[in-house]
């Protein structure tokens, strides 16, 4: 028999996240991302599996992936530090935002569109070195590092740009030219 599927699924971040330079890894994980189907703490929680009592990165506050990626204090230093680095500090999220796609919807908007696919890039690479630090920090036993986290990020890009993702060569050029720190 032939099957016919009707209906579809709304997916308002479709672009910014498939149409990207990003492995395509990368980019299913922001899908899950956008669909809270992430196995943050609050997730495991709900089923009564063991989960940390709190954030990984921050100690601070109850993991949900939408902490971890955007309103906690270490991912809000690290994306400001990040997009210091491409001259888009104004860009960098702050407590207004709560979760990551209304972050990211609106920076997006305030970026040439010709440069939207590098900066969209650029937001699945943040968030991707974010969660793997935050894996790092709860399956290896490493402490939070915004230098490493960092770090992580830029070998993560010289990566991507070695696979053949031409357009962010320059980004990364102008990126990580400088040290961790800033």
Sequence with gaps: YDMLFLGSTSFGAFERVWETWAPPKCRFFLWLVLHNRCWTADRLAKRG?????ACPLCDQEEETIQHLLI????????????LSRSGLPNLSPDNAFCSLDDWWSRAVEKIPRDLQSGFNSIVILGAWSLWR???DCVFNGRSPSLANTLTLAGDELRMWCSAG????????TLMFMLDPGG
């Excluded at 906690?72 to 990040?82: D, G, K, S, T």
């Excluded at 993702?165 to 990364?172: I, M, R, V, W």
Aim: proline share 7%.
């Design 165 to 172: 993702a031409k357009g962010l060569n320059l980004l990364s």
């Design 133 to 135: 630090h935050r894996n």
């Design 49 to 53: 599996l063991p989960h940390p009592s």
């Design 71 to 82: 309103s906690c204090v270490f991912a809000r230093q690290f994306w400001y530090f990040l």
